[in-house]
């Protein structure tokens, strides 16, 4: 059989199975668990704590590690042989000996490989000769605790933190005997927190201090769901033990991410826990809000809502962490019950470079790649922002790619990031020069390789953008870009040469630039790379490609349809919608002032989202009447005249679709405090109290399956479209500006986990030390920002990897930072910085 | 005002921690970066560059370590644990002389420990006359001449049947007149 050319005997049973796997793999296939301490198929085979040797009775009885040896045609193998069965007690009677035995106290008790193993294998009864070597415990970091008097060395920490998270905080320092797993200098771990050595270990070396508990594993509670910080969609077991958070980890197997979490996910999940979280609704009266009951809030929210539908525009928005079924609702709630056409969803990164930068050049507004396609990828371009910060889980598959399989990761990003040292070529460009770079790769492509353009040139509008991309020139890009023409051809030529190529775009609040010519030139690319390439947008926030999806968009109705198919979505539904293209957040915003008669926010903060310069409080004050759902007291909150508190994150059920287009379940794992209520509930009952009847439960899911269905054939290029000559930015204040999102935060909701707070670095500004010379500042000191909207006070931080000419400030929303400059969402700043 | 070589400022920890590191000698980063230029690309190129540091300073410093981390695209841990590992690698001074006394298992049985006793006490004894700073004495698992135990390497010379009451001449004989004392780099 050539399709399963290897045979082998394992404890007598034969097997055929394909070439050079490892043994391991063929023995779990076969239902034979084999002990492991140090195995983790997310690393590269490494044979460290020989728990896992069988005895090969092929060759002289010898015993080989399963977990690193690759099958061999003919190999007879047994892995319950007595020899085997004493191997694994005398190796695990030395391991034993240097882990303080702490059991009945340790925070891993009931939940420790070496314990469960010692408990299956046993170890024999003779004492060796050696004794334990205490080893003092490290509690200085914030939140990971280590325990080297527990370690077994076994290096699955040290080994995640360099092949998978790429930040190489731990190593086996010494040798023999006297290696141990440690920092640099013994510092406190001062890293990405990410948690994935803490998850990994097997023992009781690394523990999470925030998830020390008294509560046995198996007395808690343990739901798998969907973790909403972010689009990268990571599966997540959260434990809790009546109602209360004990811990979140991951499985390594079975999902997407196979365990690999990010510290918003790992321990972000703090903030539901926050005592300032609203439990009961809030009415405005003589000026202030005051608590009342559900009835009476909810009374007094559908009643103005209905009055104000009666005497103007009703302007309804989600945050992009609604689930799929409640942003159906919401637009159902909208465009059925308040005959508004005014959608939108939280103005965050991602929505508009998929519907109007993908959709304008491919069939469908969604990613054409993701994580699979990433892993498969011989060459990844990232752009936009260093996915370190915005988006942890691709940044730990574009680590796996460079370090594992060595695939080429150019990337294109202001300011140093964790991903700087894994990429073969890092491009700090002109802040807002993306797009510049991205249609000059277009172009040299096809001077380069004419026949690639065979590709396109069937396609509508083909000849109007081949004429529009002549005006990028070399030099006219190197201006622009201020990157040398050798390296756009570089990357071109090897662009070129892959096979299958994946474009990452990360979008959010402060990437200098539109995004919608960044995606449209990205798209573009993508299809003269031909049909093998992809292109993935990383939206702002977890549900983004979800909310698009279900039409929570002000020109878009559910299932991508346009007004002009409400025909078409009726008789799916059979209710009436509204076939009307509606405003933006940032259309009513722009509009000022008192043009919306009511507003009705789930979930949405634009008070802190929106860059001040749009200033949305004073539209929101001016605003006839307005409802906020949210879980806190937010800054919009505080300028409501309704406020609804809200279930979020894990206490929520339903769906999310991650950046990848993949549809995954919210399962509600914790309990919300009582007397919250969920969005799915509330839109619900303001929607019966206006005399409508909404979906629910069954219904809802299946009429989500016949209207939006999730399952469009792959996207394909549609047309091209005449792109704008590239520009040179002017420095007219002396600086551009450059922002770049935090890992720690992403906005109202991660501002509130008081763990993510602790960790979160002061914001700072980045500046290059020749531009620090010149204005005669040092380290540390302060400096002002300005713009013509605003100035900020922050320190200096001396980055020799920004670009001279260049200042990066990190977007924290607009309590400090970035935001306070801007006049609106990507807009190329050019900022003052003086010494104060 | 040291603007060369901000190192921990850019971030390569792939954090955003890590502020407030000491300016190091310009010359050494020189040194640095010209042993990268003829060092092989990427990591192979490390211990070579390490050992050369090596023997230049006589140790390879944690703030050297930094500095080479970061030029290699490593973080600072791993440049550690390939110092830690070669004992010919060191991140404190090793010392002018270095005495290694075998404790292995033949040195052992012959008294090999007492040997290290007793070296340790001449040690200490001369630092306290004279302060001489640069001696290391070091416990070495096997010199490779058991046959001819307890044996006491003094730099590159071996000391055979190293009787105990030999080791305070060894120690005498060998260090000499105090050195001049070094930069500190």
């Known amino acids: 059989m050539e399709a399963l050319p290897v045979s082998l005997t394992i404890n ?8 050079n796997r490892l043994l391991i793999h063929v023995l779990s296939e076969l239902g034979i668990r084999v002990p492991t301490l140090c195995h983790d198929d997310r690393l590269t085979p490494y044979g460290g704590c020989r728990m896992c040797v069988v005895e090969r009775l092929d060759s002289s009885g010898e015993l080989v590690p399963a977990c690193s040896t690759r099958i061999q045609d003919g190999m007879v193998i047994s892995t319950d042989s007595p020899v085997v069965v004493e191997a694994r007690q005398q190796q695990l009677q030395l391991l034993a000996l240097n882990h303080r035995m702490d059991c009945p106290v340790c925070e891993r008790n009931s939940d420790c490989r070496l314990q469960d193993l010692i408990y299956e294998i046993g170890i024999p009864d003779d004492i060796l000769p050696f004794d334990f070597e205490p080893a003092p415990r490290d509690e200085a970091s914030p939140v990971i605790i280590r325990d080297p008097g527990k370690c077994v060395v076994c290096g699955r920490c040290v080994r995640l933190c360099e092949e998978v998270q790429g930040v190489a905080a731990l190593a086996f320092l010494g040798r023999g005997i006297e290696t141990r797993v440690g920092t640099f200098l013994d510092r406190p771990l001062d890293c990405e927190f990410c948690g994935q050595c803490v ?52 499985k390594s197997g079975g999902s997407h991410n196979r365990g690999k979490l990010c510290v918003k996910g790992w321990l972000g999940l703090d903030v539901v826990a926050n005592p300032e979280r609203l439990k009961s609704p809030l009415v405005r009266k003589n000026g202030t809000l005051v608590e009342v009951s559900w009835e009476e809030g909810l009374a007094s929210a559908a009643d103005g809502l209905r009055r104000a539908a009666g005497r103007g525009p009703v302007m309804v928005a989600g945050g992009g962490r609604l689930s799929c079924e409640d942003g159906y609702l919401l637009q159902a709630l909208a465009r059925e019950v308040l005959r508004s056409p005014h959608v939108d969803m939280a103005p965050v990164g991602g929505a508009r470079a998929l519907v109007d930068g993908v959709w304008g050049v491919f069939d469908q507004p969604r990613s054409t ?57 890092v491009l700090r460009l002109v802040p807002g020069s993306v797009r510049d770079l991205l249609v000059a790769i277009a172009h040299r492509l096809l001077v380069l390789e004419g026949a690639s353009s065979r590709r396109i040139q069937h396609l509508p509008g083909y000849e109007a953008w081949r004429g529009s991309v002549e005006a990028f020139s070399p030099d006219e890009v190197t201006r622009a870009t201020g990157i040398a023409a050798e390296r756009v051809d570089r990357l071109t030529t090897e662009l070129a040469a892959a096979r299958r190529p994946v474009m990452i775009m990360g979008t959010g609040s402060g990437v200098p630039g539109d995004e919608v010519a960044v995606a449209g030139a990205a798209a573009t690319l993508t299809a003269l790379l031909g049909s093998a390439a992809g292109l993935m947008v990383l939206g702002g926030r977890s549900n983004v490609q979800g909310l698009v999806d279900v039409g929570l968009h002000p020109r878009l109705l559910p299932g991508h349809r346009l007004v002009n198919q409400a025909v078409e979505l009726e008789d799916l539904t059979g209710r009436a919608t509204l076939a009307e293209m509606g405003w933006s957040i940032s259309d009513w915003v722009a509009a000022g002032p008192g043009v919306a008669s009511a507003l009705l926010l789930v979930g949405v903060d634009p008070v802190d989202l929106l860059p001040r310069g749009e200033d949305p409080r004073r539209v929101l004050e001016g605003s006839g009447f307005s409802v906020v759902v949210d879980a806190f007291r937010t800054s919009t909150a505080e300028r409501a005249d309704v406020v609804l508190p809200t ?43 206006m005399g409508s009847s909404l979906p629910s439960g069954e219904n809802l899911l299946n009429e989500l399956d016949r209207v939006v269905g999730w399952n469009w054939p792959r996207s394909q290029p549609r047309r091209l479209n005449p792109v704008a000559p590239p520009r040179e930015a002017t420095r007219a204040s002396g600086f551009l500006l450059d922002a770049a999102p935090q890992l720690f ?55 020799r990897t920004v670009l001279e000419g260049t200042v990066v400030v990190p977007w924290v929303g607009s309590r400090d930072g970035a935001s306070t400059l801007y006049e609106g969402v990507g807009e190329v700043l050019s900022v003052k910085v003086r010494k104060v | 005002m040291q603007f060369t070589d901000d190192i921990t400022d850019s971030g390569f920890f792939g954090s955003e921690g890590g502020d407030g590191a000491e300016a190091l000698d310009p010359a050494v980063i020189e040194l640095v970066d010209e042993l990268l230029v003829r060092a092989p690309s990427g990591r192979e190129g490390l211990i070579g560059v390490l050992l050369a540091l090596q023997q230049t300073f006589d140790r390879v410093s944690w703030r050297v370590q930094e500095l080479v981390a970061d030029r290699f695209g490593l973080s600072p841990a791993q440049v550690a644990a390939v110092v830690s590992y070669y004992p010919r690698l060191s991140a404190e001074r090793q010392g002018r002389l270095k005495i290694d006394v075998c404790t292995g298992t033949a040195c052992f049985l012959c008294g090999g420990e007492g040997v290290l006793g007793q070296i340790n006490r001449a040690v200490d004894e001369r630092r306290s006359v004279d302060g001489e700073p640069n001696l290391a004495v070091r416990k070495q698992r096997c010199l490779a001449v058991c046959g001819l135990g307890p044996v006491v390497r003094v730099d590159d010379r071996v000391h055979t049947i190293a009787e105990a009451g030999a080791a305070e001449g060894i120690v005498v004989g060998l260090v000499g007149p105090s050195p001049e004392s070094e930069d500190e780099r």
């Not at chain 1, 798998?224 to 990571?234: D, E, I, L, R, V």
């Open chain 1, 12 to 19: 007598g049973r034969p097997v055929r199975t394909a070439r």
């Open chain 1, 199 to 250: 998850n990994a270990c097997p023992v009781g070396a690394l523990v999470a201090q925030p998830y020390i508990s008294p509560i046995p594993v198996w007395q808690r509670n343990r739901v798998s769901t969907t973790c909403s910080f972010c689009s990268c969609g990571c599966e997540v077991s959260v434990e809790s033990h009546q109602g209360r958070l004990q811990r979140v980890s991951s």
């Open chain 1, 369 to 425: 790649a993701g994580f699979e396609e990433i892993r498969q990828a011989d060459l990844v371009l990232v752009f936009g922002s260093d996915p370190t910060r915005s988006h942890p889980l691709v940044k730990t598959e574009l680590v796996q790619a460079a370090v594992q399989r060595g695939v080429p990761v150019f990337l294109v990003s202001p300011v140093a990031g964790g991903l700087d040292r894994h990429a073969v070529d």
């Open chain 1, 647 to 689: 279930a979020i994150l894990s206490e929520r059920e339903g769906t999310t679709v991650g950046a990848d287009g993949v549809r995954r379940p919210l399962r509600r794992a914790l309990d919300p405090p009582s007397g919250v209520r969920s969005d799915t509930q509330i839109v619900t009952e303001l929607a019966r109290r």
């Open chain 1, 745 to 799: 935060h992403s906005g109202s909701v991660t501002m509130r986990s008081a763990l993510l707070q602790e960790l979160s670095p002061t914001v700072a500004v980045r500046i290059n030390p020749v531009d620090a010379r010149a204005l005669g500042v040092a380290r540390g000191e302060v400096v002002a920002v300005s713009s013509e909207k605003g100035e900020v006070l922050l320190r200096t931080r001396l980055d």
